[in-house]
T-cell receptor, first 111, second 115 residues
Framework: ETGVTQSPTHLIKTRGQQVTLRCSSQSGHNTVSWYQQALGQGPQFIFQYYREEENGRGNFPPRFSGLQFPNYSSELNVNALELDDSALYLC??????????FGPGTRLTVT | DQQVKQNSPSLSVQEGRISILNCDYTNSMFDYFLWYKKYPAEGPTFLISISSIKDKNEDGRFTVFLNKSAKHLSLHIVPSQPGDSAVYFCAASALRETSGSRLTFGEGTQLTVNP
């Protein structure tokens, strides 16, 4: 059974640029959630996708957007990057309303 | 508004003793609670969960206790081992919500188990 994978591992971008982060869900899981973890804080919910539809969104601006594909993999897109977007971005997969299993994360640095 | 709070940023215990990690929440809609462990450069790993219809759940060395009236939960690790040294996150979810099973996390507690 393959776990949750994310790519890339690390990324450095310049303020104002756009970034796409990718996540492959664990086999059999149809729900993907994205979280942002700033240094010294707990992960914060960005949004969740269930069967290719957004299924809940946290307190993040519209420049954070996502997609889920038929194979349940997912992308997180962030436009007009700001310095405060520097964080660890975590993807988690699950079956609906059950335990979420996290990938290793993508460390994004915005300079 | 911090709906899930872990008031102790760090905890140090001796190998073989009990580790007790605490978590408080404010949102009465939360009905499902989880603990995750996180090592550096890895994602959080699910440890144990508890539904609001229970007050205790055990899995090996790990036991979670839920006190709904106090809006408090705790994770007990007995006996503690050096490999348990990690950051522990408490998380909560309101499964009755229609907006999906989003997790609300606390800030984490760094547990250090000394040999």
């Amino acid at each position: 059974e393959t776990g949750v994978t994310q790519s890339p591992t690390h990324l450095i971008k310049t303020r104002g640029q756009q970034v796409t982060l990718r996540c492959s869900s664990q086999s059999g899981h149809n729900t993907v959630s994205w979280y942002q973890q700033a240094l010294g804080q707990g992960p914060q919910f960005i949004f969740q996708y269930y069967r290719e539809e957004e299924n809940g969104r946290g307190n993040f601006p519209p420049r954070f957007s996502g997609l889920q594909f038929p194979n349940y993999s997912s992308e997180l897109n962030v436009n007009a990057l700001e310095l405060d977007d520097s964080a660890l971005y975590l993807c988690a997969s699950s079956l609906p309303n059950l335990e979420q299993y996290f990938g290793p994360g993508t460390r994004l640095t915005v300079t | 508004d911090q709906q899930v709070k872990q008031n102790s940023p760090s905890l140090s215990v001796q190998e073989g003793r009990i580790s007790i990690l605490n978590c408080d929440y404010t949102n009465s809609m939360f009905d499902y609670f989880l603990w995750y462990k996180k090592y550096p450069a890895e994602g959080p790993t699910f440890l144990i969960s508890i539904s609001s219809i229970k007050d205790k759940n055990e899995d090996g060395r790990f036991t979670v206790f839920l006190n709904k009236s106090a809006k408090h939960l705790s994770l007990h690790i007995v006996p503690s081992q050096p490999g348990d040294s990690a950051v522990y996150f408490c998380a909560a979810s309101a499964l009755r919500e229609t907006s999906g099973s989003r997790l609300t996390f606390g800030e984490g507690t760094q547990l250090t188990v000394n040999p």
